[in-house]
């Protein structure tokens, strides 16, 4: 029965600047290869069309932008324990950014 499937987690989301580097690597791919080599469950990366953060500087795509400045969102499900885990690691890696947490159930289906 599905129902007995359903475990309690957490949703990590990271917020961060699509120029935002780390090394020669754009970060949102630093962050996903870090979550991968800590063994999370998965983490799926969103590019936003527009938005803003703590500096109140507009990110949009701009139609003569060669590099546009969009706003990036990392979505991560996992158990709490190995939620917080990798926390710690991910604020030393981001430097600036914002990270959520909330409290979610899920169902992993093979």
């Known amino acids: 029965m599905l129902v ?16 935002d580097r ?5 970060l949102h791919t630093a ?3 870090f979550l991968r080599s800590r063994r999370v469950a998965g983490a799926t990366v969103f590019r936003g ?5 703590c500096h ?5 795509a701009k139609v003569f932008s060669w590099i546009p400045n969009l706003p990036i969102l990392i979505e991560v499900v996992d158990d709490a324990q ?5 926390l710690p690691g991910l604020e030393a890696l981001i430097g600036e950014g914002l990270l959520t ?8 289906i093979s």
């Open 22 to 26: 780390r090394g020669s690597a754009p």
């Open 49 to 53: 069309i527009e938005g803003f953060g």
């Open 56 to 60: 109140r500087q507009i990110h949009v």
């Open 82 to 86: 190995k939620i917080e885990e990798v």
């Open 4 to 19: 007995e499937e359903i475990r309690r987690g957490r949703l990590l989301r990271i917020f961060v600047d699509g120029s």
């Open 101 to 108: 947490l909330e409290n979610v159930e899920y169902l992993q």
């Open 31 to 33: 962050i996903v290869e």
